[in-house]
């Protein structure tokens, strides 16, 4: 591995040198204004939303300290920037930073340009940079590829080279893997109505063959396919490929892999090769249960994320669903109201995709997550001109981009008071003004609004205006936080199947069953949602106590309790989804990296260490604990 990343340094070297005539001493830290932030943010907005919740806990459980973890676009913009140590926060001041522009043809050999140019994981230390003013730095960078195999972003990992805590190639490996998880999180969004496929060269999917993933629509046909997929199908390029059926490839139909789900299935081929396929539950459960299948409990299966899936067997949320679906057509706006993670948006959305809009735009802005100075220009758009660091061309406003459609402001209660009597004149004139012009332009859009604040008492404090608050809750709906819900059953069960493909019994005992029961869940139905997937995502390899278990589980059991987790022998890519950077994961890649150095030191202890970095007791105690034996006994 690391003769081939020295190849692609040199590669990266020659393309500085002759392509972009790039003087080392003089390379610049470039960035782009806000305005170009945000339009490509709003680009990449549910994948930024996925990373940044992967991100977080793999700083957490890596103890990524001293490190700055910045994710960017293809282009190597940096979209968003993770620090919280004064160390970390230096390094912005060497371009790790929001805005910053990384791609080799402006900043040289680098981490996260040279990631996306070699479309592989890469770690850029020390004078392996181009230009002289980054060789203080060491970067490790992985891309994050779309369904059709191309990068559309990067994840990057940096740090001073002098005070570098881990490996390079623990670093590199741990990027590699967080991007696989965005990257897989990004290809189950993009395909949520679609069956997707594990496909791997052994009856059991390894660590690395979970990247292989191929999607499915109801008559079987292609529809995306990662490139390790490809490359286990032998295609160069989805092109070759889509929409194809599998039963010409195969010579299976989509009812053959109603059974299918959580275990594997040797696949019929021309070539010598052996495929096997793994299917995965997918987010609307169409293809595994009919109408009329039934859960445990002798209710029958509701389909996910449509709105009979949304309520599930909770009085409280079937009326709630019964008034949204009255007025689903009607003209009045409609008011979301609820806790952080109970579904607002998913709501919002399944109300969209139900109702006689469904063919036009659906656009959803966050009122909380763009800046106030911003907020202005998102939703109203602006003339060209208006701005000398914004678009030339001007921008269409998120209200004009929705016409015809719906709009769902996400987070209403957070929206500045001067900006609320702008947006009520365009519920009242039903027209919009982009900033810097006189005209009007008519819109026609179904209004939802959604916040977890208490509106009233915000316009009791003179928070929010009352006209407003009167004229956005023309219909309003409350969503009872997850602890009060009396489905919690009946959640829990179809979210393993949704996840884990699998009955519930299958990846949790009684035990940690109860422990959910008991447990408040601060974060709703989101929450819920990640410790299935970290259930689902155990197996065997890691079934032990409670410190498996996520840190708020653990910190509400309290110390010395131990609940031993089912042995379901999935091993720990059974899902690969959304949060499913555990712990486990983590060791994991430790433990492979670890072989791999000790393999290519020959199984040299003292090389071993000097290749990962670390002093030879610190990888004594690494085997001891991984349980990592020789092939000749001698370690």
């Not at 020390?126 to 972003?153: E, M, N, T, V, Y």
């Not at 959580?262 to 539950?281: D, H, V």
């Not at 169409?286 to 509701?302: D, E, N």
């Not at 949320?317 to 948006?345: F, H, Q, S, W």
């Amino acid at each position: 591995m690391l003769a081939r990343q020295a190849d692609v340094v040199r590669s990266s070297w020659r393309r500085c040198q002759s392509e972009f005539n790039l003087d080392p001493t003089s390379v610049p830290i470039e960035r782009v204004c806000d305005h170009e932030i945000t339009e490509r943010r709003s680009q990449l907005e549910e994948l930024l939303k996925e990373a940044s919740t992967i991100i977080a806990r793999a700083r957490a459980l890596a103890r990524i300290n001293d490190h700055v973890l910045l994710i960017s676009c293809s282009n190597g913009i940096v979209l968003d920037c993770f620090a919280d140590t004064p160390a970390a926060e230096e390094l912005k001041l060497s371009g790790l930073d929001r805005g910053s522009v990384w791609n080799e043809r402006i900043a040289g050999t680098n981490g996260i340009g040279t990631a996306l140019s070699a479309r592989q994981a890469i770690t850029i230390q020390g004078r392996a940079h181009f230009a002289g003013r980054f060789q203080h730095l060491s970067c490790s960078a992985a891309p994050i590829f779309a369904s059709d195999g191309k990068p559309i972003a990067t994840v990057d990992m940096s740090t001073n080279a002098s005070v570098a805590g881990l490996s390079e190639t623990f670093a590199c490996h741990l990027v590699d893997r967080i991007a696989a998880e965005i990257s897989f999180s990004q290809f189950r969004i993009q395909h949520r109505n679609d069956c997707v496929l594990t496909l791997s060269r052994g009856p059991q999917p390894e660590v690395l063959a979970s990247r292989a993933l191929l999607a499915v629509d109801e008559t079987g046909a292609i529809q995306g396919a990662t490139n390790e997929a490809l490359s286990v199908l032998g295609a160069s390029t989805i092109d070759a490929i889509k929409a194809k059926s599998i039963e010409e490839i195969w010579n299976v139909s989509i009812g053959d892999l109603r059974p299918l789900v959580g275990r594997s299935m040797r696949l019929t081929t021309a070539a010598p090769a052996k495929i096997f396929a793994t299917t995965f539950s997918p987010w609307k459960s169409r293809f595994f249960l009919s109408k009329g299948a039934t859960q445990s409990h002798g209710k029958s299966m509701p389909q996910s994320r449509d709105l009979d899936g949304i309520a599930g067997a909770d009085p409280d949320m079937i009326r709630n669903i019964a008034v949204c679906r009255r007025t689903i057509d009607k003209e009045l706006p409609l008011l979301i109201l609820g806790e952080t993670g109970v579904g607002k948006d998913t709501l919002a959305r399944s109300i969209h995709a139900e109702s006689k809009r469904a063919l036009k735009p659906y656009i959803a802005i966050n009122c909380a997550a763009v800046p106030e100075t911003l907020l202005a220009s998102e939703l109203f758009g602006y003339e060209p001109g208006t701005f000398t660091d914004g678009d030339k061309n001007g921008r269409i406003g998120k209200i004009v981009a929705a016409n015809g459609g719906t709009l769902l402001l996400d987070e209403i209660g957070d929206m500045p008071l001067e900006l609320q009597a702008h947006f009520l004149r365009v519920l009242e004139d039903r027209t919009v003004i982009p900033l810097g012009s006189a005209r009007e332009i008519p819109v026609n859009i179904k209004l939802i609004c959604a916040t977890h604040r208490n509106l009233p008492a915000m316009v009791s404090a003179g928070q929010f205006r009352a006209d407003l608050f009167y004229r956005i809750q023309g219909i309003q709906v409350t969503l009872p936080p997850l602890r009060e819900r009396r489905d919690f059953d009946q959640l829990v069960e179809q979210m393993s199947r949704e996840e884990a493909g699998t009955e519930l019994s299958d990846i949790m005992t009684r035990d940690v069953i109860d422990v959910l029961r008991r447990y408040s869940w601060p974060g709703n139905i989101r929450e819920l949602r990640n410790v299935i997937r970290f259930l689902a995502s155990i197996g065997s390899d890691f079934a032990g106590s409670v410190d498996c278990l996520p840190e708020p589980l653990r910190q509400f059991l309290g110390p010395g309790t131990a609940i031993q987790l089912r042995q379901t022998g999935q091993g720990l890519n059974a899902s690969l989804s959304g949060d499913a950077f555990l712990p486990q994961v983590v060791d994991l890649a430790e433990r492979q990296r670890i072989i791999e150095a000790l393999a290519l030191a020959h199984w040299n202890v003292t090389a071993a260490a000097r290749i990962l970095g670390i002093s030879r007791a610190t990888l004594h105690r690494k085997i001891l604990k991984f349980r990592i034996v020789s092939p000749n006994n001698n370690v």
